[in-house]
């Protein structure tokens, strides 16, 4: 039976049902250690550390729910497990996520710093619980909701444009509040204004509420507008192929292919290794842009939120460019692109002085490439799934797993070696977070350049799967 293409409304549901994560991923990377370090004033290796352990508990939660989210296939029938899972992820993160960005409950001036990291500490683990089960619920539906490889780029490419869109939304709206922020308290220093300081926690807790509340909105249309497909169990009986995928052209009914299958196929390490990279290129970037334009390149609080939004908008412009840029060049390719001008900007970064409008060059390069090797490894991790959706969410947990423990401990690593532990600002600041920036760039960047090359050199090729159609 020949799959029904999806109506416009359809893609456009689908495309919004990650925008709640989006939105509070986008503070998450961009603004939990500069609000930690600069707002309330906790050292770099206590905000390394409820980073870390927000990482790793997500990294945890996304190997437990793609497994369980394949394991409920039977289950859930007249909605859908991965819309089930979603739902859940959703409740926990509405409930959880303002607490992180709000001042501690009970906590005065004489509250040591460990109590306080304490108290957040359940609060991130209940959101990164939610954040991974809405994740990977929402990537293992591109898979079942289409089958063409076109397809599964522009549904990819559509929901990183909402990415974008969600990025755009938090920064635009932080840039409001931190203009309109209120007079500076009485005996701080002239240009107090000009700097992130505890004056400025009502507009990171009031931030966090509008993402709660817009992203909400969102995730309803993604439940009234998205239909699951119904499938029998893992057990039930053999799935069907489908429609071609560029790993393999099954012309009969072949085995499943189950979650340990996977751990035996090394196209499953390659894509892995070159996600886990991307990712890191991605989120680390995000997170030492604030700092870095806060204390290396000295600039007013307002371009926190300038710079990112110039930032994510070239990724926006990007985006629409994926599909026929995948199609006439193909993935490798297209992804090499992306690398190139994430190397330039951190070569710019490197061996020039940024300042003037070149801070807004470097961030349309940065954006730019952020945008094309994120949407093409994620097409990529879906032509590895290509018929096997059983077990698609399983491969999207793992991947994800891998990645958020490596960036825990990338940024705890990164805070553990900053110079500076108890004064809020030194002067040893101002290169250790160009360095820090150039390093999360290019020396990542070179990385994932040799994980491109693995990919070239061995093709990724179901070996498994290829024996069992030769039996």
Known sequence: MEPVALSPWARLSYAVGHFLNDLCASMWFTYLLLYLDSVRAYSSRGAGLLL????????????????????????????????????????CVLLSFPFIFSPCLGCGPATPEWAALFYYGPFIVIFQFGWAATQI???????????????????TALRYAFTVVANITVYGTQWLLLHFQGPVPSGAAPDAS??????????????????????AVFSLLFHLGTREGRRP??????????????????????????????????????VSFLYMNTRLVVNLSQIYLGLYLTYTLNLPKKFTATIPLVMYLSGFFSSFLMKPVNKYIGRNLTYFIGLLLILTFA??????DVQGVAV??????????????LITSLAMTADLIGPHTHSGAFVYGAMSFSDKVANGLAVMLIQSLQPCVSELRCQAFAPFYHWAMVSVTGGVGAVATLALCSLLVWPVRLHRWDAAAQS
């Open 137 to 155: 619920a929402h990537l293992s539906l591109i898979p079942e909701l289409v089958t063409s490889d076109h397809e599964k780029v522009e549904l």
């Open 360 to 373: 807004y060059a470097v961030a349309v390069l940065l954006g730019s490439g952020c945008a094309t090797i």
């Open 347 to 352: 070569a710019w970064v490197a061996l020039a």
């Open 233 to 270: 169990p893992p057990d039930a009986a053999p799935e069907e192929p489908g429609e071609h995928s560029p790993l393999l052209a099954p012309t009969q009914a072949r085995p499943l292919m189950l979650w340990k299958h996977w751990l035996r196929e090394p196209a499953f390490y390659q």
């Open 52 to 91: 870390l352990l927000g990482q790793v508990a997500d990294g945890l939660c996304t190997t437990l729910v793609g497994f369980e989210a394949d394991r409920a296939a039977g289950r859930c029938a007249r909605y859908g497990p991965r819309k089930a899972w979603h739902l859940v992820g959703t409740v």
């Open 194 to 215: 000009d700097q992130l300081g505890p004056q400025d926690a009502p507009a990171f807790r009031n931030l966090s509420l509008l993402v709660v509340g817009v992203g």
